[in-house]
């Protein structure tokens, strides 16, 4: 059974950071491109951040990002602990939305149930 269990979301006030993890299970990780999305109330689910699986790496290949979040956001990947990571700093309020993890291989596509992101003063 495959599975995505996204934490470390929360409140957070503007200018400040938060780290996301996301821990799968039940997939060969490393040979996953891994990805944040998130969607705010009203809006379509957008990508935020892509890694590539890196090979035989344990840290993962190239990256990139929305406009939006460049300079701001880094997505890193530690394949020997299955996760990858959403380090999100300078948070505005407009980077609030649930975020979520996504793996992709081909055709095969998982998501996790996301976590809240909420950049409020």
């Known amino acids: 059974q495959v599975q995505l269990v996204e934490s470390g979301g929360g409140l957070v006030q503007p200018g400040g950071s938060l780290r996301l993890s996301c821990a799968a299970s039940?997939?060969?990780?490393?040979?996953?491109?891994m990805n944040w999305y998130r969607q705010a109330p009203g809006k379509q689910r957008e990508l935020v951040a892509t890694i590539t699986s890196g090979g035989s790496t344990n840290y993962g290949g190239s990256t990139n990002y929305a406009d939006s979040v460049k300079g701001r956001f880094t997505i890193s990947r530690d394949n020997a602990k299955n996760t990858v990571y959403l380090q999100m700093n300078s948070l505005k309020p407009e980077d609030t939305a649930v975020y979520y993890c996504n793996a992709r291989r081909i055709s095969l596509e998982y998501w996790g149930q996301g976590t809240q992101v909420t950049v409020s003063s």
């Open positions: 039940g997939i060969s990780f490393s040979i996953y491109y």
